[in-house]
């Protein structure tokens, strides 16, 4: 492929909700799924969020479990993947801990004004933090546009971790290979609540649809894995 084969990956309840409207982060999985996700950030070379997500999370973004990070130094690889965050603006803090942890650095994609922006919050870093480039991703930034970048530094599997906005945007791309969905077993019910994915044409439609290649329940959660044409021949 001519771009990272690329990986998105939610959980959500019933209702399609990925939080739910309150200031607290809403638990929608449990302990086997999030080792499931640690597993599958391992084997990934880079991750990816929006600029909402890091807002509103602060993530770090970061493989977990000791033996995991072992295993990718054993292999050659940093113990942690690259992150990527997508932001229009580029109204971003320098002081989050996506750009402050993990020894293999940061891309903001961006474009535009935000281009500027993003230089500008994070001119003047310590020298001690790890690396974070500012790459010209479209303006406004495109899925196209990150993974060109992304295939241009080497990324090979790329996993997409959120928003609504980010998923909306490869989705509606036609730029995902796999989909892999944690649903709870409840429902939010919130109106404000934020949703997996935002209105849109999306490619995957009923004369072109996914292909499920994957459902089992991980205690309460349905795990649902979804695959793009042959992409499950290239996972």
């Not at 070379?45 to 130094?73: K, Y």
């Not at 060109?148 to 090979?156: E, F, I, P, S, Y």
């Not at 004369?207 to 991980?218: F, M």
Request: some cysteine; overall charge negative.
């Amino acid at each position: 492929m001519d771009r990272p084969y690329t990986i998105l990956s939610c959980a959500m309840s019933i209702d399609g909700r990925i939080d739910d409207a309150g200031p607290d982060r809403l638990r929608l999985s449990n302990d086997a799924d999030f080792a499931e996700i640690d597993a599958l950030r391992a084997e990934c070379d880079a991750i990816l969020v929006g600029a909402g997500t890091l807002r509103a999370d602060n993530p770090r973004l970061l493989v977990r479990s000791p033996e995991l990070r072992n295993r990718r130094r054993a292999e050659g690889r940093p113990e942690n993947l690259l992150k990527c965050v997508v932001t229009r603006s580029g109204d971003l803090d320098p002081a989050a801990r996506f750009f402050t942890t993990g020894e293999a650095g940061a891309v903001v994609h961006t474009g535009g004004a935000g281009l500027r922006n993003a230089r500008r919050a994070l001119a003047g870093r310590p020298a001690d933090l790890p690396p974070v480039d500012v790459a010209d991703a479209g303006d406004p930034p495109t899925a196209k546009g990150v993974l060109t970048d992304l295939a241009g530094r080497g990324v090979g599997r790329l996993l997409v971790e959120g928003g609504g906005h980010i998923h909306t945007m490869f989705l509606t791309e036609g730029l995902v290979d796999e989909l892999r969905l944690a649903v709870a077993p409840f429902f939010v019910g919130e109106e404000d609540a934020p949703r997996f994915v935002l209105p849109g044409p999306f490619a995957f439609t009923p004369s072109s649809p996914l292909r499920l290649a994957e459902a089992r329940a991980l205690g309460d959660v349905a795990v649902l894995r979804y695959v793009a044409g042959r992409a499950g021949d290239r996972a």
